[in-house]
T-cell receptor
Framework: AQSVSQHNHHVILSEAASLELGCNYSYGGTVNLFWYVQYPGQHLQLLLKYFSGDPLVKGIKGFEAEFIKSKFSFNLRKPSVQWSDTAEYFC????????????FGAGTILRVKS | EAGVVQSPRYKIIEKKQPVAFWCNPI?????LYWYRQNLGQGPELLIRYENEEAVDDSQLPKDRFSAERLKGVDSTLKIQPAELGDSAVYLCASVSGHSSYNEQFFGPGTRLTVL
């Protein structure tokens, strides 16, 4: 069965610090990879996604993620975080057949101190 | 464009009671999902609809959970009877088309507390 592992459940950073959230998945075939974010009091929304081509994907609000196939990883990065990046971040993998079936990681809660 | 609408937002019931959740997807989205999110975990798929057909309900606990999507638009998820372990956030999501890389749009969820 597919599984997604997120390395840290809680991360606390000061503003302007760099961010990297780890994500590893277990599936040997073709995958589509996603990062979703949930800001306090809001619903889940897409941050960025990868399905083919350039393994370095850029998303909204200055976030990017790199797909490393050999490591089964899709880590999320941001060079300089802001207080408004405080949220919960979920990595998700779609390795299903026809149709969408996302498998989510447990999430990482990021708190940015101002 | 209106997003995915869910109601109620919060529900508190006693165990063994029935409960129902309602979802209205984004207009034109033919694929609808119900997820359950337990505390400290990511969402887990319960059931996926393509129009009015349930195409993946392998993770739906069918002894107590049921769902329907009449006319391929709104959907209702029911639990009867509820158990303590059903306390969670129930999320509805919808997507346009069938591609595995299309974005899923999520509703705000219904937070269920079973006492």
């Amino acid at each position: 069965a597919q599984s997604v592992s997120q390395h840290n459940h809680h991360v606390i950073l000061s503003e302007a610090a760099s961010l990297e959230l780890g994500c590893n998945y277990s599936y040997g075939g073709t995958v589509n990879l996603f990062w979703y974010v949930q800001y306090p009091g809001q619903h889940l929304q897409l941050l960025l996604k990868y399905f083919s081509g350039d393994p370095l994907v850029k998303g909204i609000k200055g976030f990017e993620a790199e797909f490393i196939k050999s490591k089964f990883s899709f880590n999320l990065r941001k060079p300089s975080v802001q207080w408004s990046d405080t949220a919960e971040y979920f990595c998700a993998v779609n390795a299903g057949e026809y149709g969408n079936k996302l498998v989510f990681g447990a999430g990482t809660i990021l708190r940015v101190k101002s | 464009e209106a997003g995915v609408v869910q109601s109620p937002r919060y529900k508190i019931i006693e165990k063994k009671q029935p409960v129902a959740f309602w979802c209205n997807p984004i207009s034109g989205h033919n694929t609808l999902y119900w997820y359950r999110q337990n505390l400290g975990q990511g969402p887990e798929l319960l059931i996926r609809y393509e129009n009015e057909e349930a195409v993946d309900d392998s993770q739906l606990p069918k002894d107590r959970f049921s769902a329907e999507r009449l006319k391929g638009v709104d959907s209702t998820l029911k639990i009867q009877p509820a158990e303590l372990g059903d306390s969670a956030v129930y999320l509805c999501a919808s997507v346009s088309g069938h591609s595995s890389y299309n974005e899923q749009f999520f509703g705000p969820g219904t937070r269920l507390t079973v006492l």
